[in-house]
């Protein structure tokens, strides 16, 4: 190999699952010391084009090239050894085990399990360099999500690749965590490594990558510098005619906000009233969700918003205070009883989500939809799948036929399968976190479409996430919670990305509607 020569070369390589075209005739090459973005629709695939890089999935017909050499990928375990280390989409470190133990994984195969908690040198510096350095005996499910995606990020590291592919790290990371992750990828590129790195968000291009590749219907479609704007990338990833509009979203919501004018002293569709969590995550906070609004949560990672979220969504017990869902006090313990009530939930964390492998796309849609139905004495079948379908259909969920297993579907469609099961138990409350997570522009259009239908029929939603300029524009209020406290609620004309960020640290203006103390230690803010 010289030193011109390019380290991944895909020429022309083809793949398809059942009839399903996953990949149609793709080239794309990857140069040394570059850092490219793979960016596409959900289903565009790109999943598919990287589990053929990683030896996970055989081509169908096309030709790789590592530096100027025909190959064949056989297995994971062949990429690595040929210096390809790939971090997937979904999460693969085992929770129970601590740091070190993880980053064993894979390389100690043969060993005794005594041996898996000493790391080796290169582990503990991939440590360090992703900022982890002191955390080698924490057990993994202690870790937040931004941790375990720089620890995965870590293992990959410690394999000394050439190549690091990474699917999607930033999808459910806050604004700052991906600040941070952005600089953890330019040190990994500055030791050498080459990057392939995917992402649907599209604004942190511009800092993370050298070149953009633009993927649609199995094939790269365009190669652009990074500075494209993002108007010219939506385009070349939707094809002609589906554009983001955020101005759009805003003028709706300004809509539902003057429609709803006269409600404003209806009856509030969810009331909490002095909730504390028996584990001190969050103390006495109390709000209304009125019918029609949206209303955000935000805060740091130490601020409690996920606990609470919980608690509201019956997935966690409060030690104090009332939770009323449309006048009728939730005594519940489970999600499941606050569904009962009108509660549907998206939980955060993908894994806890439920997506359960052996069930079709219709089944995981009509799970929810089933029990109220049997409870009401119908007996599910085919309206179940006549709801299912036509839900399908409204989240844009690019799903063969409702027969397939979920698990066959590209992570962002799995996501909107899930948004699509809430919303199949027709809830008053829709209380969710991160659900756009993984999900491409045209898909994320129609989920705030969805959320705009359901509060244009009274319902509300609680919407938490990482993503503050998704929060500003969606959200119609924003509550902020700093270390478990309620320290601003934001109306409607407050709502900006700069504003959120700086709440969320107990900084910002004070205005004549939003109480928000200015105590907070400069040094803190990060
Ligand atoms: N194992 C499989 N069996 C059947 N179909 C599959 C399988 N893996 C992928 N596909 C299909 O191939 C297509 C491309 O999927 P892929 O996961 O590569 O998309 P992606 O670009 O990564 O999307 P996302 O942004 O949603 O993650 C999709 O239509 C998907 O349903
Ligand atoms: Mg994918």
């Not at 740091?99 to 000493?118: D, F, I, M, P, Q």
């Not at 103390?283 to 509201?312: C, K, M, N, W, Y």
């Not at 938490?464 to 209020?477: F, H, K, N, Q």
Request: with cysteine.
């Amino acid at each position: 190999m010289t030193a011109a020569s390019p380290v991944l070369v895909l020429r022309d390589v083809a793949k398809s699952f059942s009839g399903v075209r996953a990949l149609n005739r793709v080239s794309l090459r990857i140069e040394r010391d570059e850092c490219c973005a793979l960016v596409g629709a959900n289903g565009a695939g790109k999943s598919t084009l990287i589990n053929i890089a990683c030896g996970a999935v055989q081509p169908d017909s096309g030709v790789l090239l590592l530096g100027d050499d025909e190959t064949t990928i056989r297995s994971p375990h062949m990429a690595i050894e040929l210096g390809i280390a790939t971090v997937h989409q979904h999460d693969q470190l085992v929770p129970n085990l601590t740091v070190a133990e993880n980053l064993s994984l894979g390389r100690e195969r043969t060993k005794a399990a005594g041996l898996l908690s000493n790391p080796t040198r290169e582990s503990l510096a991939a440590l360090e360099m992703v900022g982890l350095g002191d955390r080698a005996d924490d057990l993994v499910e202690s870790m937040t999500l931004a941790e375990r995606q720089l620890l995965a990020i870590a293992r990959a590291v410690s394999l000394r690749p050439r190549l690091l592919i990474l699917d999607e790290p930033t999808a459910a990371l806050t604004p700052n965590e991906t600040k941070y992750l952005v600089e953890v990828i330019e040190r990994v590129r500055s030791a050498g490594t080459s990057l392939l790195y995917v992402t649907h968000r599209l604004q942190e291009l511009e800092e993370v990558a050298d070149r953009i590749a633009v993927m649609r219907d199995g094939q790269v479609v365009a190669e652009r510098p990074p500075e494209t704007s993002e108007a010219e990338l939506v385009e070349l990833i939707a094809g002609k005619g589906i554009v983001a509009h955020d101005e759009e979203l805003v003028e709706r919501r300004r809509r539902r906000a003057f429609d709803r004018h006269e409600e404003r002293n209806a009856e509030a569709v969810l009331v909490a009233r002095g909730v504390s969590d028996r584990e001190g995550a969050f103390t006495d906070i109390s709000f209304q969700l009125r019918p029609g609004e949206v209303l955000g949560i935000v805060g740091l990672p130490d601020a409690g918003v996920v606990q609470l979220v919980e608690t509201l969504a019956g997935a966690r017990r409060p030690s104090d205070g009332t939770i009323e869902v449309a006048g009728e006090r939730l005594r519940g313990r489970s999600p499941r009883e606050a569904g009962r009530r009108g509660i549907g939930y998206l939980a955060g964390d993908r894994a806890r989500r439920g997506v359960i492998p052996n069930a079709s796309v219709g089944e995981t849609i009509a799970l929810s939809g089933l029990s109220r139905m049997t409870r009401l004495g119908f007996i599910p079948g085919r309206r179940v799948a006549a709801q299912g379908e036509h839900l399908l259909e409204q989240c844009q969920v690019n799903a063969a036929d409702p027969s397939v297993p979920v698990v066959t579907l590209s992570g962002g469609n799995q996501q909107k399968a899930l948004f699509a099961r809430v919303l199949a138990t027709h809830p008053r409350v829709v209380v969710c976190e991160d659900p756009t997570a993984g999900v491409d522009v045209a898909g994320r259009e129609s989920i705030y479409g969805l959320v705009s239908e359901l509060c244009e029929h009274g319902g509300g939603v609680v919407w938490t996430g990482s993503d503050l300029r998704e929060i500003a524009t969606v959200c119609d209020r924003a509550l902020v919670l700093w270390r478990g406290t309620l320290v601003a609620d934001l109306q409607r004309e407050e709502l900006d990305e700069p504003t959120l960020m700086l709440a969320q640290f107990k900084r910002t203006v004070t205005t004549s509607q939003s109480v928000i103390r200015q105590d907070h230690p400069r040094g803190e803010y990060v």
